[in-house]
């Protein structure tokens, strides 16, 4: 079955060390996203890459960073400055930009800080 | 920038019941989308239903309907003869027409009682 692929589900960041959140689709879309959520809040958007080479900036976007080499693949790097990562992410798809058809999503990263 | 608003932080409806979630958005665009997402204990991000502002017909599926007032800028999530699986935190979300990028609001936790 086609899907959204997250891994590792849980991850664990030592102080001034960069991580990296993997995320692969088999769904041939073209649209990936990074969300961040927070206890009590929304879905926050981190970085969207709409075609493969090729990414934006989302709403928080500081102290993160994304390559877009693949079309099914979008890792998202958790660099030292972000100051306060401990969040749960999730990685998103859709067909392409213009279809605006919903996005589906992988089942999620937990990253806390030791 | 669009936001959304869910008022109701946590809501319960026992078993069979019907309850109706609250969402609210603002934009200055004539022409959108918005989504209600489930997202259960599993933390899965799930489609629950869609509506497109253009079209006048409130969505339905299954069990699920909603109430979209274009002009209140308004679109409530009604869930009949609910279900213990129906527990989740319920979250609405807006997508401009010409864009792929979704804005969530905070979250309803939905709890069915037996």
């Known amino acids: 079955d086609g899907g959204i692929t997250q891994s590792p589900k849980y991850l664990f960041r030592k102080e001034g060390q960069n991580v990296t959140l993997s995320c692969e689709q088999n769904?041939?879309?073209?649209?990936m996203y990074w969300y961040r959520q927070d206890p009590g809040q929304g879905l926050r958007l981190i970085y969207y890459?709409?075609?493969?080479?090729?990414?934006q900036k989302g709403d928080i976007a500081e102290g993160y960073s994304v390559s877009r080499e693949k079309k099914e693949s979008f890792p998202l790097t958790v660099t030292s400055a972000q100051k306060n990562p401990t969040a749960f992410y999730l990685c998103?798809?859709?067909?392409?930009?213009?279809?605006?058809?919903?996005?589906?999503f992988g089942d999620g990263t937990r990253l806390s800080i030791l | 920038a669009q936001t959304v608003t869910q008022s109701q932080p946590e809501m319960s409806v026992q078993e069979a019941e019907t309850v109706t979630l609250s969402c609210t958005y603002d934009?200055?665009?004539?022409?959108?989308?918005l989504f209600w997402y489930k997202q259960p204990p599993s933390r899965q991000m799930i489609l629950v239903i869609r509506?497109?502002?253009?079209?006048?017909q409130n969505a339905t599926e299954n069990r699920f309907s909603v109430n979209f007032q274009k002009a209140a800028k308004s679109f409530s999530l009604k869930i009949s003869d609910s279900q213990l699986g129906d527990t989740a935190m319920y979250f609405c979300?807006?997508?401009?027409?010409?864009?792929?990028?979704?804005?969530f609001g905070a979250g309803t936790i939905l709890r069915v009682k037996s």
């Open positions: 934009t200055s665009e004539s022409n959108y989308y």
């Open positions: 998103a798809s859709s067909p392409d930009r213009l279809s605006n058809q919903p996005q589906h």
């Open positions: 509506q497109e502002a253009y079209k006048q």
């Open positions: 890459s709409q075609i493969v080479n090729d990414f």
């Open positions: 979300a807006f997508m401009s027409f010409y864009g792929n990028k979704l804005v």
């Open positions: 769904l041939n879309h073209d649209a």
